[in-house]
């Protein structure tokens, strides 16, 4: 039998495509053909293979070899195929059984030497397999809890091409070193990965209302805008707001771990993110690092891979305008679709979005006695970079002032920690999830104006108040429309089944940075005992 | 020492070229012509079996240690092989239904038989 078949997977973005390849040894001279639109590191894995065959003791066909990998049409780039063509190749020259590799899917780098290489995606790639109804992967052995996590696959963890030719021939597999994962940049990390683990809400001091936003933020998935002096703490509240949320389901957990498995990040042990993601880009990342790019393998930037989690943008007006614009799609669709001239991929991007300014260039206009030196031109430049759009889109808004002695003093020992806001938080999206259920949407903060407006109105006290400060210019009809789904996060997060007037005073205050009540929901009397 | 180094490069093609031809025999060819020249290079082998007739290139190697014989045959080669089919043709009364170019690849390692290994239709 000269035709040996098996199958890989391409990536296109976080979705995969299964690819059959078709190995035929005929005659003719010596010679390799890769067939069907390989890119360079695709077309390199034919030495790659020879090599690696070769040098596991095996011997390369010296005959014509045609290698076709279908959908003939779909571009294929990168070196996870390594291991498909390979056993493809030696199951055509009749050197391995072709039976059980015909259905099942194969990924894999080779090194010269036989050994097999990690690869990113195989996560989405397995996926991807499964969905296409294959019920065996073969992985490399680093790889393999990754592929794993998928249900109804059986995963083959192999460490090199001779490991994976003599499990096919029923053989005593040799005694090869284990596969090195994929360098990563956390490898490099001098802060180490769980930077954010000791993090506690009740770190901050002072902020009463500040930390509340950050509640409802964390509750009904609205995005937050912090704006205030150096040092106010708006950096430390927006790190522990992904502590506040819960774990991710097992649905949004295995989106958020392919985009990470794409991305290359994905820890070799850890292969599910279970936790909400938090990524804090410095400004001068590019518009590539934060929406995402390449130019042949299109890879998830910082908005992708804080999907399901928190993006959060410190000294936002430092940023370049068109990554503050580039949010802007994303916030309206939870998606990013990024297009280049080979191809477009589109990668989830649905996050809490925080962002932080300072009130002005020299960050000290704040405060009854300001001692900021700015010009109105500058300061009007500076609050002008965030520009009207992406406000818009922000929930949200919070003006923070440096803490003042007494607040610490009055709060002693008296401030909740991240357990018992969590808790409430959790509570308050049980609450949702149950009322959106068999709909599009999750929480608050992602239902449209319209849908709530009409489905789920607000009680008419409410509805009346909001209606005045409207008419008398106060906030605008979008304002409004945030406003009323900020109202029923904190009537989620106190427990009540219809926002009243009182929470849509709250949200007007959340929205406009006004000062908030000092009762909180959870402090105020029950709606039912006030009618 | 150049010169016998050469020489016994020489006398290990025409061996090879020997077993090749022998081996096309018992294959059941008849070879029409050997080392046939013309100004665009040199035919090995010339051979025939009913309307087939093959053009057949020589490759002898003492090991496989460069590379197995075959890999010899460059494309650039192959394509002269083409042209020296047609010259061939031209000049002969041959008419056959179908022509080959072959290429056989002779290992002719200090011990044992020589490997032989032969490759139809290359181009």
Same mark, same amino acid.
């Given at each position: 039998?000269?035709?040996?078949?098996?199958?890989?997977?391409?990536?296109?973005?976080?979705?995969?495509?299964?690819?059959?390849?078709?190995?035929?040894?005929? &005659? #003719?001279?010596?010679?390799?053909?890769?067939?069907?639109?390989?890119?360079?590191? =695709?077309?390199?894995?034919?030495?790659?293979?020879?090599?690696?065959?070769?040098?596991?003791?095996?011997?390369?066909?010296? %005959?014509?070899?045609?290698?076709? +990998?279908?959908?003939?049409?779909?571009?294929?780039?990168?070196?996870?195929?390594?291991?498909?063509?390979?056993?493809?190749?030696?199951?055509?020259?009749?050197?391995?059984?072709?039976?059980?590799?015909?259905?099942?899917?194969?990924?894999?780098?080779?090194?010269?030497?036989?050994?097999?290489?990690?690869?990113?995606?195989?996560?989405?790639?397995?996926?991807?397999?499964?969905?296409?109804?294959?019920? %065996?992967?073969?992985?490399?052995?680093?790889?393999?809890?990754? /592929?794993?996590?998928?249900?109804?696959? &059986?995963?083959?963890?192999?460490? &090199?091409?001779?490991?994976?030719?003599?499990?096919? %021939?029923?053989?005593?597999?040799?005694?090869?070193?284990?596969?090195?994962?994929?360098?990563?940049?956390?490898?490099?990390?001098?802060?180490?990965?769980?930077?954010?683990?000791?993090?506690?809400?009740?770190?901050?001091?002072?902020?009463?209302?500040?930390?509340?936003?950050?509640?409802?933020?964390?509750? #009904?998935?609205?995005?937050?805008?912090?704006?205030?002096?150096?040092?106010?703490?708006?950096?430390?509240?927006?790190?522990?707001?992904?502590?506040?949320?819960?774990?991710?389901?097992?649905?949004?957990?295995?989106?958020?771990?392919?985009?990470?498995?794409?991305?290359?990040?994905?820890?070799?042990?850890?292969?599910?993110?279970?936790?909400?993601?938090?990524?804090?880009?410095?400004?001068?990342?590019?518009?590539?690092?934060?929406?995402?790019?390449?130019?042949?393998?299109?890879?998830?930037?910082?908005?992708? =891979?804080?999907? %399901?989690?928190? =993006?959060?943008?410190?000294?936002?007006?430092?940023?370049?305008?068109?990554?503050?614009?580039?949010?802007?799609?994303?916030?309206?669709?939870?998606?990013?679709?990024?297009?280049?001239?080979?191809?477009?991929?589109?990668?989830?991007?649905?996050?809490?979005?925080?962002?932080?300014?300072?009130?002005?260039?020299?960050?000290?206009?704040?405060?009854?006695?300001?001692?900021?030196?700015?010009?109105?031109?500058?300061?009007?430049?500076?609050?002008?970079?965030?520009?009207?759009?992406?406000?818009?889109?922000?929930?949200?808004?919070?003006?923070?002032?440096?803490?003042?002695?007494?607040?610490?003093?009055?709060?002693?020992?008296?401030?909740?920690?991240?357990?018992?806001?969590?808790?409430?938080?959790? /509570?308050?999206?049980?609450?949702?999830?149950?009322?959106?259920?068999?709909?599009?949407?999750?929480?608050?903060?992602?239902?449209?104006?319209?849908?709530?407006?009409?489905?789920?109105?607000?009680?008419?006290?409410?509805?009346?108040?909001?209606?005045?400060?409207?008419?008398? #210019?106060?906030?605008?009809?979008? #304002?409004?429309?945030?406003?009323?789904? +900020?109202?029923?996060?904190?009537?989620?997060?106190?427990?009540?089944?219809?926002?009243?007037?009182?929470?849509?005073?709250?949200?007007? /205050?959340?929205?406009?940075?006004?000062?908030?009540?000092?009762?909180?929901?959870?402090?105020?009397?029950?709606?039912?005992?006030?009618? | 020492?150049?010169?016998?180094?050469?020489?016994?490069?020489?006398?290990?093609?025409?061996?090879?070229?020997?077993?090749?031809?022998?081996?096309?025999?018992?294959?059941?060819?008849?070879?029409?012509?050997?080392?046939?020249?013309?100004?665009?290079?040199? *035919?090995? *082998?010339? $051979?025939?079996?009913?309307?087939?007739?093959?053009?057949?290139?020589?490759?002898?190697? $003492?090991?496989?240690?460069?590379?197995?014989?075959?890999?010899?045959?460059?494309?650039?080669?192959?394509?002269?092989?083409?042209?020296?089919?047609?010259?061939?043709?031209?000049?002969?009364?041959?008419?056959? $239904?179908?022509?080959? *170019?072959?290429?056989?690849?002779?290992? *002719?390692?200090?011990?044992?038989?020589? @490997?032989?290994?032969?490759? @139809?239709?290359? $181009?």
């Amino acid at each position: 039998m000269s035709l040996g078949r098996t199958r890989a997977v391409t990536l296109e973005g976080v979705r995969g495509r299964v690819v059959e390849v078709e190995a035929d040894i005929g &005659s #003719g001279l010596p010679k390799m053909v890769l067939v069907g639109l390989p890119d360079t590191s =695709l077309n390199e894995s034919k030495d790659r293979c020879r090599a690696a065959v070769i040098n596991s003791g095996e011997t390369w066909p010296n %005959r014509r070899v045609t290698v076709a +990998l279908s959908p003939a049409s779909l571009p294929k780039s990168g070196s996870q195929y390594d291991l498909a063509i390979a056993l493809a190749v030696l199951a055509a020259a009749g050197a391995v059984p072709a039976e059980p590799i015909r259905d099942a899917v194969l990924l894999g780098e080779l090194a010269l030497d036989g050994r097999l290489r990690a690869v990113p995606g195989v996560l989405p790639a397995t996926l991807a397999a499964a969905q296409a109804g294959c019920r %065996r992967v073969m992985v490399p052995e680093v790889n393999a809890t990754e /592929a794993g996590v998928v249900d109804g696959i &059986s995963v083959v963890a192999v460490r &090199s091409l001779a490991h994976a030719v003599a499990l096919l %021939r029923g053989e005593e597999p040799p005694d090869d070193p284990p596969v090195e994962p994929l360098a990563t940049t956390e490898n490099l990390s001098w802060q180490g990965e769980d930077r954010w683990s000791g993090l506690d809400f009740a770190d901050v001091r002072g902020q009463p209302a500040a930390r509340r936003c950050v509640e409802v933020a964390a509750a #009904g998935g609205h995005h937050l805008f912090l704006e205030g002096p150096p040092g106010a703490g708006k950096t430390m509240l927006a790190e522990r707001l992904p502590g506040l949320l819960p774990d991710l389901e097992p649905e949004a957990s295995l989106e958020v771990s392919a985009v990470h498995s794409i991305a290359g990040v994905l820890p070799a042990d850890a292969p599910l993110v279970t936790r909400p993601p938090f990524l804090d880009p410095h400004h001068t990342a590019s518009i590539a690092a934060i929406v995402g790019g390449g130019s042949r393998i299109i890879r998830p930037g910082a908005m992708s =891979l804080a999907h %399901r989690g928190v =993006l959060f943008l410190d000294e936002a007006p430092e940023f370049a305008c068109h990554v503050l614009e580039a949010l802007r799609q994303p916030l309206e669709r939870g998606s990013i679709c990024i297009g280049r001239a080979e191809r477009s991929a589109t990668f989830p991007a649905h996050f809490v979005l925080v962002l932080a300014a300072n009130p002005c260039p020299c960050g000290l206009d704040f405060g009854k006695d300001a001692r900021c030196e700015c010009t109105q031109a500058a300061k009007r430049r500076y609050k002008d970079r965030v520009s009207g759009p992406v406000r818009d889109r922000i929930d949200i808004y919070r003006k923070v002032e440096p803490v003042r002695r007494h607040e610490v003093r009055d709060e002693l020992g008296g401030v909740e920690g991240t357990s018992v806001v969590a808790s409430r938080v959790a /509570a308050a999206r049980a609450r949702q999830q149950q009322r959106y259920s068999g709909t599009p949407w999750r929480v608050n903060g992602e239902v449209p104006g319209p849908a709530l407006r009409a489905t789920w109105p607000v009680h008419a006290t409410g509805a009346a108040w909001l209606e005045e400060h409207l008419a008398a #210019g106060h906030i605008s009809a979008r #304002g409004a429309d945030r406003a009323l789904r +900020l109202a029923w996060t904190v009537a989620d997060l106190r427990g009540d089944d219809r926002p009243m007037l009182d929470h849509v005073k709250i949200a007007y /205050a959340l929205r406009l940075s006004e000062p908030l009540p000092a009762a909180w929901p959870t402090d105020l009397p029950l709606a039912a005992e006030v009618a | 020492m150049g010169s016998s180094a050469t020489a016994a490069r020489t006398a290990l093609g025409r061996y090879g070229e020997d077993v090749a031809a022998r081996h096309l025999v018992e294959s059941g060819m008849t070879v029409l012509a050997r080392n046939w020249r013309c100004d665009l290079g040199e *035919i090995d *082998i010339v $051979a025939r079996r009913g309307d087939v007739l093959a053009v057949v290139e020589v490759k002898t190697r $003492a090991t496989t240690n460069f590379g197995s014989p075959l890999e010899g045959v460059t494309p650039r080669k192959a394509a002269r092989l083409r042209r020296l089919a047609a010259r061939w043709l031209a000049e002969h009364p041959v008419k056959p $239904a179908e022509v080959r *170019i072959d290429v056989i690849g002779v290992v *002719i390692p200090h011990r044992g038989a020589p @490997q032989v290994d032969h490759v @139809q239709a290359v $181009a």
